[in-house]
């Protein structure tokens, strides 16, 4: 056993050395348990409970894009925030010239996503539990501080589960010039604040997805930390779930204040005529936002 | 006394190899590298042939590059184990993407054993460092 222990600290120290690492603790030790829920995505069905693994394959790793989503065009988009102030998808066909050429500045603190409500633990890499997650990263579209693009996310889903893929698809296309199409999906349950997680579909558009092409579900968890998700509190992870109760209450509203389009970049009344189409979104907030946002009034409804 | 060959291989921070049964990246300056720095034909299989195919007249395709790769030889893996040819093994040259990427095949061998003789770091196509080590087998 002595030797057998010796080896496997040998054998830890000379993959430190070679690959950088430390040895550390991995995910999903046996010292601990998972026991949440599983989650369901519409249109893939149900993804299991969280068993420490930060991403996993589902709808037998195929991407959910339609012929008519693919294209050669670079772009970017990115749903509006819901009446409970949450991220939607946000969808890219990336591209070279839509990738940041420049070093990345400025800060995100002046975005605070839903249920933002961090805290710091000495078990998690970096300190603190949460980070401000983009959905499409920045070295893919050059996208920092945009409230549609940041979600709360922890530290393990943030660099485990989401970064590694980034990594793939931006060196993938800096190496080949071709596109990728990318989409990122937060996935809430009723009216949680904090995502389960993320659906992240990606394609090589050049290669018919030769060398890129996975359907993910990265999951929103941290090892050894309990998430209540309605709220974005945390804790320790003591076996003792949080309680499933005071839902989050939607804000009182008739409906949606516009409808958007997220291609043409238009607002409507919502009852216009052109409030519709697979672009079409509905949009909680003020015209001053859509404004500041890049968005135009319709010349017909003209709101 | 069995053969003595070069195993050519690039990780990631994790020791990851694929995802999927896909590469995890790849880089033009690196397969030119490559080709430049050793003398023997590369075996490789032909799931790796792609990235040779500016070169193909480095390159010797077969269906099993480690068994069928000679004495003194070199080859080019990617997604196959190498544990089974670990005896066969005398030389490891180890391009680090110094990147981390999604794996779920890691190298099956450890580098116990084997003697770090040169490292030194290069500008590739699309990664910002590669560093390519290169170790021997200790006698």
Redesign the interface.
């Known amino acids: 056993m002595k030797a057998l222990l010796k ?1 496997l600290t ?2 830890l120290l ?2 430190s050395l ?4 430390a040895a550390c603790t991995l995910p999903g030790d046996d010292t601990e348990s998972y026991n949440e829920e599983p989650i369901y995505i519409e249109g893939i069905g149900e993804i299991p409970a969280f068993s420490g693994k930060a ?1 996993i ?1 589902v709808n037998d ?1 195929k991407p959910l894009f339609t012929e008519s989503e693919i294209t050669l065009e670079s772009f970017e988009r990115y749903a509006p925030l819901d009446p409970l102030g949450r991220c939607g998808e946000a969808f890219a066909c990336v591209g070279t010239d839509i990738m940041p050429t420049d070093k990345r500045e400025g800060s995100l603190s002046s975005v605070t996503p839903t249920g933002f409500i961090n805290k710091e633990y000495d078990i998690v890499d970096g300190g603190f539990l949460y980070n401000r997650c983009h959905l499409i990263g920045w070295q893919l579209t050059g996208e920092n501080a945009n409230k549609y693009n940041l979600i709360t996310g922890t530290r393990f889903m943030n ?1 485990d589960g989401m ?3 980034e ?2 698809i931006a ?2 296309v ?2 080949t010039g071709n596109h990728v199409m990318y989409r990122v999906t937060p996935i809430f349950e009723d009216n949680d604040l904090v995502a389960r997680g993320v659906l992240m579909e990606m394609y090589s558009v050049e290669d018919e997805g030769e ?4 359907c ?1 579900f990265a999951y929103n968890n941290q090892p050894g930390i309990s998430i209540n998700y309605r709220t974005g509190e945390s804790k320790l992870n003591d076996g003792v779930p949080y309680p499933d109760d005071e839902p989050v209450e939607l804000p009182d509203s008739d409906g949606p204040d516009y409808i958007i389009n997220i291609s043409t970049k238009k607002y409507h009344l919502p009852t216009c005529q052109h409030a519709t189409g697979n672009n079409a979104r509905e949009y909680y907030g003020t015209e001053d936002e859509l404004i500041q946002d890049g968005y135009e009034a319709c010349k017909v409804c003209k709101p | 006394m069995g053969k003595s060959i070069t195993v050519v291989i690039c990780l990631d921070d994790e020791g990851g190899m694929t995802v999927f049964g896909k590469r995890q990246s790849r880089d033009r300056v690196l397969i030119e590298e490559l080709c430049e720095s050793v003398s023997a034909p590369i075996y490789v299989n032909t799931f790796s042939s792609f990235l040779f195919r500016d070169r193909a007249d480095r390159v010797h395709i077969s269906d099993d590059p480690l068994g069928d790769c000679p004495d003194g030889g070199v080859a080019f893996i990617e997604n196959l184990p190498l544990l089974p040819h670990i005896d066969d093994i005398g030389t490891v040259i180890l391009y680090k993407w110094n990147r981390l990427y999604p794996s779920d095949v890691k190298i099956d061998i450890s580098f116990d054993g084997f003697r770090v003789e040169s490292r030194k770091d290069f500008v590739g196509s699309s990664h910002e460092r590669i560093t390519k080590i290169i170790m021997t087998k200790r006698r």
Do not use: T
Not at chain 1, 18 to 21: K, N, S, Y
Not at chain 1, 211 to 214: A, G, K, L, M
């Open positions: 080896n040998a054998l000379l993959l070679v690959f950088g690492f991403w394959s790793n660099i970064l590694k893929y990594n793939m060196d993938y800096k190496e060398e890129i092409s996975f993910i």
